[in-house]
């Protein structure tokens, strides 16, 4: 049994004809693999590098390479929320935003909320300095947040 | 000299429906590339050197002769990327050029595509920037529609593709063979040069990469012609025959302790303090600046009594700073503890090195843990020498590093101690811990 569907190999197999070789589809292909599992497991490496005609080697040096991929013991919630922590953030409150958006739903940055609805992630500048403190989530950035704005984005306003 | 002027690269920033094809056409859209195209690719790389376009992205370069290094003659493909993936603290300005006007930069790809006859483009865009990627698919293929991109553009002769290609949030992929080597698929380590990208560079082959605010410039040039894009800013300097001067119009990225933190495009040369005062409102809360990031925290700090100093390529260099980067200006008020903020930085590059060169690698992750013991007041005297022993030999200035992120990692530790180093002295002396939260990582 494969992990990954035909439609998403069919997704990766639609990037190769941009580029000259198959490994340049390494980062296409990893992202098409979280966006739809959740986390890039263990076979689903095995199975991007035979699509790219690679070792599971070099796909994994990759991944590994880049904070943004999950592997299954750590798979990501239904949002994943970004705080940011660089300095024109920090200047406007971005640390402290951090630190109690954590503290009220019970979890340190990288972690998961036990529903699997959230993922707290800490972020290096996210290129919104305009509207610090700033977060994003999934890949849309949202200016000039608040704790509240923060929980309420998550899905996690009031119980 | 300010006061006045008229933007150009943001000039339909906020209009209804900017993004689309047929407003930016009405608005004169594309009349660069018409122009470009009934020219030689030379000449349109000659009009490029003319103008004196200086790379917009953090090192300023001479766009034109980057263009030139491709080599003559060649067969086989060559390949242009662009450099989306601004990371750089303190900067923004990519992202609402794209978000506001994308044909603008695109139009100047297909230009830039044409002169340096690249047979396709890659548009490296950092993962950061969803709408970005969504708003400039959608300009893509409306320009696919319109044949100014696919098969023989506007019967020229000339083709190229482009492709967008999402990075993974690694701030090292804005060094341009950092940017490469993720697009070819690996760990985002730079490469030793030379060879340089345009003789070895994407897949091997020629390669040029420029950023995207340099290549929303050469649509204006190319539109305007080069002798007005010399009208605007600092001319060379008579008495240095290497200065490249600083011309053209610069998208000032404001951020930090202002009333109004934003984006503002003026000709290069305006000052900090101008900047801070008329375009952003003056420092918040009726407070003072006490340091001021000219262009990204990477370049180091500007002190209080050293605002005057003008934003072109040459200024924040005499000011001690690194240069002028990405000309985001930070502003740092004098409620602020340069510790944290020294920290901040040091955490910053930490967490950034690639990892690939030792100096860099332990450097930076030992500035951070020497700022955290400071903060936690816990410091010596003799962690500020170690500091400054590792601002001076970490980068490609001491020679020990492949790529320039030590520099920038070094120069904030540098402009520090030399600029602030009664705080710190105090601070280490007094024992107190930092008043600012800091969350620890699970993982």
């Not at chain 2, 429906?17 to 004169?28: E, L, P, Q, R, V």
């Not at chain 2, 930070?330 to 910053?348: A, E, G, K, P």
């Not at chain 2, 010596?380 to 970490?394: A, C, F, R, Y």
């Not at chain 2, 105090?426 to 993982?443: C, D, N, P, Q, Y």
């Amino acid at each position: 049994m494969s992990v990954l569907s035909e439609g998403l190999r069919q997704k990766i197999r639609d990037h190769f004809s941009r580029y000259p070789n198959k490994q340049a589809v390494t980062l296409p292909a990893l992202h098409l693999v979280q966006q739809e599992l959740k986390c890039v497991p263990t076979e689903a490496v095995e199975e991007v590098a035979e699509l790219l005609d690679l070792a599971p080697a070099q796909i994994f040096d990759t991944l590994s390479f880049y904070g943004f991929f999950r592997d299954e013991d750590r798979p990501l919630g239904k949002k994943r929320v970004w705080i940011c922590r660089s300095l024109p953030c920090m200047l406007r409150g971005g640390d402290q935003l951090l630190a109690e958006v954590c503290e009220k739903l019970h979890v340190s940055p990288g972690d998961t909320t036990p529903n699997g609805e959230v993922t707290i992630e800490l972020a290096e500048c996210l290129g919104a300095c305009d509207g610090a403190p700033c977060i994003l989530i999934d890949d849309e950035l949202k200016l000039n947040v608040s704790v509240e704005d923060v929980l309420r984005l998550a899905g996690e306003g009031h119980e | 000299m300010s006061e006045a002027f008229e933007p150009i690269l943001l000039r339909r920033v906020g209009k209804p429906n900017n993004t689309s094809i047929d407003t930016y056409m009405a608005d004169g859209g594309y009349n660069g590339l018409k122009k470009a195209l009934a020219m030689q690719p030379d000449e349109v790389t000659q009009t490029v050197i003319k103008s004196n376009l200086r790379g917009r992205g953090g090192a300023g370069f001479h766009t034109g002769s980057k263009w030139m290094f491709l080599p003559k003659g060649y067969t086989g493909p060559i390949y242009l990327c662009i450099n989306g993936d601004e990371s750089e603290p303190g900067t923004f300005n990519n992202r609402v050029i794209i978000e506001e006007d994308p044909h603008q930069v695109l139009e100047g790809i297909v230009i830039a595509g044409y002169a340096t006859r690249a047979t396709t483009a890659y548009f490296y865009l950092r993962y950061e920037y969803g709408r970005c990627y969504r708003t400039l698919q959608k300009a893509i293929d409306e320009m696919y529609a319109k044949n100014f991109l696919g098969k023989n553009i506007l019967g020229s002769g000339y083709s190229l593709d482009i492709h967008l290609h999402r990075g993974a949030c690694a701030y090292i992929c804005g060094e341009e063979t950092g940017l490469i080597e993720s697009l070819e698929g690996k760990r985002a380590w730079p490469r030793i040069k030379p060879p340089f990208p345009a003789i070895e560079g994407a897949f091997r082959r020629p390669t040029i990469v420029n950023n995207v605010e340099t290549l929303a410039c050469v649509t204006n040039i190319l539109d305007r012609g080069p002798e007005w894009f010399q009208t605007i800013g600092v001319p060379k300097d008579p008495n240095n025959p290497r200065d490249a001067g600083s011309y053209g119009s610069k998208l000032y990225c404001i951020s930090g302790h202002v009333n109004k933190p934003g984006l503002v495009e003026l000709p290069l040369g305006i000052t900090a303090r101008q900047l801070i005062d008329q375009h952003a409102g003056g420092v918040w809360k009726d407070r003072k600046a006490k340091a001021v990031v000219p262009g990204g925290i990477s370049m180091g700090f500007l002190s209080a009594d050293e605002l005057d100093t003008p934003l072109d390529f040459n200024g924040p260099g005499r000011a001690g700073c690194l240069g002028l980067g990405t000309a985001a200006v930070i502003v740092i008020d004098d409620h602020t503890s340069m510790v944290d903020v020294l920290y901040n930085t040091c955490r910053f590059f930490a967490h950034e090195s690639c990892g690939q060169c030792t100096p860099c690698r332990e450097g930076t992750a030992w500035s951070a843990k020497i700022l955290h013991r400071i903060r936690q007041g816990e410091g010596t005297m003799e962690d500020l020498q170690k500091l400054d022993d590792i601002s001076k030999t970490i980068g490609t200035i001491p020679g020990t590093t492949i790529c320039g992120l030590a520099d920038g990692a070094a120069w904030p530790i540098k402009n520090a101690l030399q600029k602030f180093r009664p705080e710190f002295e105090e601070f280490i002396r007094s024992g107190r811990k930092s008043e600012m939260r800091e969350v620890v990582l699970a993982h």
